[in-house]
């Protein structure tokens, strides 16, 4: 329940606010509304099955991390391949098998996907142990007790997003980096989980009377893409291939990771980028208000777009997975099933994994009737597919 709130306190309710235009993968546009995700989630019924961090059924898995380390397509892959186990737990239950719109596929998708975007509570405990062997607490103080160098940490007490002290970090960085360097202190490097476990113990040792809570407001991807480019981040950092290459290609780096790990990122490399800055004449970006939270959506929504699905490949899923056992596609394959190449379902990757959801039941029927194993998607197999699939459309495909 504890993690639930923070991730409505955080602002998983407005990722996907302003919905960027879609990748080269051609995704079908997501939500911009993400509470709307979470609406499918309960309205189809999902929730009666599984579970949320706990939260909901236990007939099935807990969803709150099935999508750790995929994409938007990889996930709805995932959803498919175990459509027969999951239609086999409704029929002895005597619930409903629900359908999807490509809209309601993409939201619920995309509210499974993004809930690893934000992260567990920080422990405390491990968060006091990095206070000192980072050695913050040489410079500064919270709860009374630490250095003096440079201000107490106590007004963060109030921020409940984690981000509010990493934007002071990385704002602040150049200066405090001087400073660690004449006091013969090593700039900290945090991996892993280790930034969360200090900003919790920062919010949970600070001193002074309760204060009023403040909520950072729902990172806008779209306002991110703007503030990449106003900020001069393009000029060194590519995304897609689109832009510098000072730094790495951010929109093929491994982004989908969460919030504070991405900030924790930021900070250890903060150094080499200020004084590649000083090289280039460009100021060192500072972020205000909700900048930081919106950069970080934008990079993290870009990288779970995935990657473009390939004609070539897409034809060795349709042949490896057995597709034209029951299905034609561009003069290839059997007529059992609706001919692919015909279909308006194989436009774009959602619709085609909605179609193929909504048409699970009847599909596991053939193929338990033909004795064929059911198609499993890996990797990138979706988008490969329908790659493929759509190739084969006429310049009119019907329904």
Request: proline share 8%.
């Amino acid at each position: 329940m504890r993690r639930w709130t923070m991730v409505l306190s955080w602002g998983l309710l407005g990722i996907f606010l302003c919905a960027i235009p879609a990748t080269a993968a051609e995704l079908w546009p997501l939500p911009k509304d993400p509470l709307e995700g979470r609406k499918v989630f309960i309205g189809k019924g999902c929730a009666r099955c599984h579970a949320i961090w706990g939260e909901g059924g236990r007939i099935g898995p807990d969803l709150g991390k099935v999508g750790v380390g995929r994409s938007v397509l990889e996930l709805a892959g995932t959803l498919w391949n175990h459509s027969p186990e999951m239609l086999d737990k409704m029929l002895e239950r005597k619930i409903p098998r629900p359908a999807f719109t490509p809209e309601e596929m993409a939201s619920l998708v995309s509210f499974l996907l993004y809930l690893n975007y934000f992260d567990e509570p920080g422990d405390p405990k491990a968060g006091e142990r990095l206070f000192t062997a980072k050695a913050c607490i040489r410079c500064h103080a919270v709860g009374g007790s630490g250095g003096s160098v440079g201000p107490p940490l106590d007004q963060y007490q109030r921020y409940l997003s984690p981000l509010f002290i990493a934007q002071a970090m990385w704002n602040h960085g150049p200066p405090m980096g001087e400073k660690m360097q004449a006091l013969g202190i090593e700039r900290p490097v945090f991996v892993g989980r280790e930034m969360a476990d200090l900003l919790t113990y920062v919010r949970q040792a600070a001193g002074g009377p309760p204060q009023a809570q403040v909520y950072m407001q729902p990172g806008d991807p779209d306002r991110g893409q703007q503030l990449f480019a106003a900020k001069g981040c393009i000029r060194c950092h590519a995304i897609r291939g689109e832009g510098g290459t000072v730094g790495p290609d951010l929109g093929r780096e491994p982004f989908r990771r969460s919030l504070t790990e991405v900030a924790g990122l930021m900070w250890n490399h903060e150094l080499h980028m200020w004084q590649k800055a000083q090289e280039l004449g460009m100021p060192l970006p500072t972020f205000a208000g909700q900048e930081m939270a919106d950069v970080i959506a934008y990079l993290y929504f870009i990288a779970a777009q995935g990657e473009a699905g390939e004609h070539t490949q897409g034809r060795v899923v349709f042949d490896r997975l057995r597709c034209g056992a029951c299905h034609a596609a561009g003069g290839s394959g059997r007529g059992i099933g609706p001919d692919l190449g015909q279909s308006r379902a194989v436009r774009h990757p959602i619709e085609l994994a909605a179609a193929m959801w909504n048409h699970g039941a009847v599909m596991a029927q053939w193929v338990r009737e033909r004795h064929l194993p059911w198609p499993i998607f890996v990797g990138n197999d979706m988008a490969d597919l329908q790659r493929y699939l759509a190739t084969a459309q006429p310049s009119s495909p019907s329904q």
